[in-house]
């Protein structure tokens, strides 16, 4: 099965910082940044398709998602054959 259809179990509270908040601080820089970029924040009505400038970043996300996937699961799967001694692994 894929891990893509696996349940995951309900997150445990910890110390570390609220993801949201840190969203919310990156959405302020990123707001400057298209200021500065482009002379003006991001408006509606602004001569640009909205749906496919979210459709073209969604898809530059899925594949950083899916690389950051098998470097993990690269990373994992030598570590794996370095502990027990395996030799040779297809990593895909």
């Given amino acids: 099965m894929s891990k893509a259809a696996e349940h995951q179990e ?5 110390l570390f910082p609220i993801v949201q908040d840190m969203v919310i601080a990156d959405i302020q820089a990123r707001k400057e940044v298209g200021k500065e970029r482009y002379g003006t924040y991001l408006q509606p009505f602004n001569g640009r398709s ?7 970043e969604a898809l530059d996300l899925c594949q950083y998602l899916r690389q950051m996937i098998y470097e993990e699961e690269y990373v994992a ?7 027990c001694g395996c030799h040779g692994g297809n990593a895909e």
Wanted: aromatic share 10%.
């Fill in 50 to 56: 909205a749906l496919w400038d979210a459709y073209q």
């Fill in 10 to 14: 309900d997150p445990i509270v910890n």
């Fill in 77 to 83: 799967s030598a570590s794996n054959e370095q502990s």
